[in-house]
């Protein structure tokens, strides 16, 4: 993805820093009312200004959300499909939740005095680098007939997403303070984290789920160019967009 300074309109790529606890969702409503509505005369006008983002981060997590505004919508498909992402993801161990993160029911509790930080850097590049088969949480945004599978499993209807592969660049350990343990992970867009947490604490011998997660980039959008809540302004949205070719 090749990216350079947006022509003077309200259409192109940026990126700014979600918040925990806020969907992706509502961060685009955020971010396409404070262009709509700005009364700045320097700037264009973002009267009817289309948004959307270019890949979902999960509510409890923080980190680099890539918003399009504009014709630039178009180029989000791209954006979410095609580029390479990376986290810093605090795993749990010995505790699994429904949806492999902090904000699900825990469902079981596993001893994790065995594991040592020598067993977590041997098992990552044996079994998580390169092409590896993954199952994705079953509380997450994909979907069944047209439903979330979310929304299936909360309603009772216990289904899980089929596996399927996906590319991991780079994972390594940073920290190991049990029962957490910390790890960096460049990969492809698609890639579950929560789901390597999760077959990390089996793969152990025990259970884990994530317990804080950052996105640091998303393709050139790197964490020092995502702009903080308090630069969501007009003013600072649109110098910062960006042209994709």
Known sequence: MTLRKAAHSWSGLTAVWKPPG??????????RSIVRNHNI???PSGVGCTAGHGGTLDQFAE??????????????DKVQKGSTKTYIACGHLGTSTDSDDPTGTAVDHKPYDHVTAADVRQLLP??????????????SALKKGGVRFSDLNRSGEIVTPAARMRIVHSIELQDFHPPYFTIHVSCASGTYIRSIVRDIGQELGTCAHVH??????????QEDVALRTERWTAQDIYSSLRAWE
Do not use: W
């Open 63 to 76: 980190g680099v959300l890539v918003i399009g505004l504009g014709a630039a919508t178009k180029a989000l």
């Open 41 to 43: 005369q320097s700037l």
């Open 126 to 139: 044996e079994k998580f680098l390169g092409d590896i088969l993954q199952t994705p949480p079953r509380m």
């Open 22 to 31: 806020i969907r992706s969702t509502r961060v685009v409503e955020q971010l």
């Open 212 to 221: 804080s997660l950052k996105r640091l980039s998303v393709a050139d959008f």
